[in-house]
């Protein structure tokens, strides 16, 4: 019985083709490790901001270079990509880029900029629609960091609500033939 037991225990398998759900210690030693590898990021990304070497946001095609190596380290590192990882690969903080975004609003790097930050909001999108992230700091991440909000679409803004009341829209439905 013994020999079964720690068989199934070695081998994550308790009938054939069935795992068994991880323990709650293996949960929190792979939480660890997650974490472990999010602040590693972040304090590479720290070292690139405090070590002076910036790359030019004059140079667009130096700053897409720049994000093509983020994107494949947060692939590598399973985690979602956004403009303060961004801005620390290319040497800068989160608020230098957003105010260059902000005073050179028709600068080609600031295009790619502003579509990285869209692109990104996507991503985190798709990532809670699809149960990959947690939808609920998703949500918050998205309104926070990327500018979501929830409007009613159904009406432009700059337009006016119908003339008619409601009951006259009722009765012009009830007229329609079947």
Known sequence: MEDNEENQRETGLTKPGRKTTPSRQDTIIANRA????????????????SSGEKVSLNDTDAVKEATARYMEQCARAGTMPGM?????????SRQNIYHDIKQNPSAET??????????????MAAGALSGAV???????????RFGWREEDEGMPKDSK???????????????LPD
């Open 134 to 144: 947690s939808a609920i700091p998703a949500i918050f991440t998205l309104k926070a």
């Open 84 to 92: 303060a990882g961004l801005s620390a690969e290319i040497g800068y």
């Open 161 to 175: 609500p119908p003339e008619e009341s409601p009951e006259e829209i009722a009765s012009r439905w009830q007229d």
């Open 110 to 123: 600031t295009k790619w900029l502003k579509a990285c930050s869209d692109y990104f909001g996507e991503m």
């Open 34 to 49: 997650l974490v472990s590898q999010i602040v590693a990021m972040g304090a590479e990304g720290l070292r690139k901001i």
